[in-house]
């Protein structure tokens, strides 16, 4: 599913959070890209499963590109997973800044999403 | 002479299967070892109501389910016939269950593992009506389930990480979900391979009514069935197994309720390979209601246990033979005898689909 851009509220630091609302297993990975570079570079990389909060924050300007990566897994072949990733700023969720990613796994119990969006 | 060629030729089958099992990928057999009839129908409503499985749909949201409720009934307020339903209550009222949750709080294991059924089909003989179903299944606890042991899902998120691509210009979609396959399959193979026989315990209730008119409301009730079915490890080579059914049915033929009761034992040991087992079952089913019979010899009321012993083989995924020897309890008077059993019995590595 495509994501709209989200849009920013001011120069505060963007919160973002990985929500996951099945029972799935995720590993994700997150890049950022400034608007005068061509590099991504990795924010961050974790998975749900573990005692490590799926948040944290950075910073970032408009035309920044935000891309996320979600490896999802379950037992259960052609089972409905939730996800939501959410950016916010200041305790507000940015408007496009909820990013729903639902779907069902595959017969061998995977799915994957990547996703990139420039800020506004 | 006829049963001694029968004997020989059963045995053949069993043989010609033991092989063909043992050309099966082990780990695949390992993933529906954990089976047989000792427990509760995955589609409970289908107990009651004879609809092929293929014809159900499976709504995930409210909007859905309540789009195929109205779907099921027609312009003139009556029931529709073939319907089928199976859904999840915790997708319908909104209420996800998060992995966490999933591990560690038992009342949300338990409602997502809730599953409801219904189904409808045209009454036999008479196509105007409908036999109208509907059914529940509640999983209790099951160990043999890789999704709530935090360590197996742990190892199998964190084999993830690799298939990440090293930038979002260079992902390859096909590869990567190929990698994220691998440790799924792997993993639960070896979970499945260490608690195959581990304990698990099921309920489910079934019920069905007759619609005549396809009415709804012009209902007689057609029977209810109850299951609680559970699984105990035995050390490492094999497990208990218990059932306990519960029924009240009309039978077509006499148009009589049958009241019985079921209770039944099995003991299944792995013959080293999980492509092979052995297994000694016993089943305790008396009639409840056998006032109602002194007036028809030809039912045998006394008949209430039943055996079987033999081999099973896995023959495909999720489908064994099975042949040994056993004896039911007849209901109908001279049908006592040791009978052969071989057939084919399906595995229950279906069983937590909904999610």
């Given amino acids: 599913m495509s994501q709209k851009d989200p849009v920013l509220n001011n120069s505060a630091p963007i919160d973002w959070s990985i929500i996951v609302n099945s029972v799935h297993g995720v590993a994700y990975k997150l890049w950022l890209q400034k608007p005068d570079s061509d590099v991504w570079e990795v924010l961050l990389e974790g998975v749900s499963t573990d005692q490590i909060v799926d948040s944290g924050n950075f ?62 | 002479m006829k049963t001694k060629i029968t004997i020989v030729l059963v045995l053949f089958s069993g043989i010609i ?70 859904v999840k209550p915790n997708y319908i009222f909104n209420e996800p269950v998060t992995l966490q949750e999933y591990q560690n709080d038992r009342f949300r294991y338990i409602l997502e593992n809730t599953q409801l059924s219904i189904a409808t089909l045209a009454t036999s003989g008479d196509s105007t009506s409908t036999d109208l179903s509907w059914g529940i299944r509640l999983v209790l606890f099951d160990k043999t389930d890789p999704m709530q042991d935090s360590v197996f899902t742990n190892k199998v998120t964190n084999a993830f990480l690799k298939c990440a691509p090293i930038g979002p210009g260079e992902s390859d979609e096909e590869k990567e979900l190929k990698c994220l396959a691998e440790p799924v399959k792997e993993y639960k193979e070896e979970f499945i391979q260490e608690n195959w026989n581990a304990s698990w315990l099921m309920l489910a209730y079934a019920g069905g009514i007759r619609l005549s008119g396809s009415e709804l409301t012009q209902g007689e009730i057609i029977g209810h069935k109850i299951w609680l079915a559970g699984g105990l490890r035995m050390a490492h080579w094999g497990q208990l197994g218990c059932q306990a059914q519960w029924s009240r049915s009309l039978k077509e033929e006499s148009n009589i309720y049958f009241s019985e009761l079921g209770i039944s034992s099995r003991v299944t040991v792995k013959l080293g390979k999980p492509t092979i087992n052995y297994f000694a079952e016993a089943t305790f089913k008396p009639l409840l209601n056998k006032d109602e019979f002194d007036d028809q010899p030809e039912v045998n009321t006394d008949a209430s246990f039943a055996w079987s012993s033999g081999f099973e083989f896995k023959v495909a995924r999720g489908i064994w033979a099975t042949t040994g020897l056993g004896r039911d309890a007849e209901r109908i008077v001279g049908n006592n005898n040791i009978q052969l059993l071989s057939g084919f019995r399906l595995g229950i590595s279906d069983k937590q689909r909904l999610k």
């Avoid at chain 1, 259960?76 to 200041?90: A, C, D, G, M, N």
């Avoid at chain 1, 969720?93 to 990013?99: I, K, P, Q």
């Avoid at chain 2, 099966?24 to 390992?30: L, R, S, V």
């Avoid at chain 2, 092929?52 to 779907?71: C, G, M």
């Fill in chain 1, 59 to 120: 910073s970032a300007e408009k035309g920044t590109k935000f891309s996320y990566w979600l490896g999802i897994g379950s037992t259960q072949p052609k089972s409905t997973f939730r996800i939501s990733v959410v950016l916010s700023q200041e305790g507000k969720v940015l408007e496009n800044g909820l990013m729903q990613e639902n779907g069902k796994v595959n017969d061998e119990g995977v799915a994957r999403r990547l996703v990139i969006v420039t800020f506004r």
């Fill in chain 2, 17 to 86: 299967f033991f092989v063909k099992a043992q050309e099966n990928n082990i780990g695949e057999a390992t993933e529906d070892i954990i089976q047989n009839t000792y427990s509760v129908p995955t589609i409970p409503a289908l107990e009651v109501v004879a609809l092929d499985p293929s014809n159900i749909s499976r709504p995930a949201t409210a909007k859905e389910f309540v789009a195929s409720i109205y779907n099921g009934i027609d312009a003139n307020g009556k029931i529709k016939q073939g319907l089928g339903f199976e």
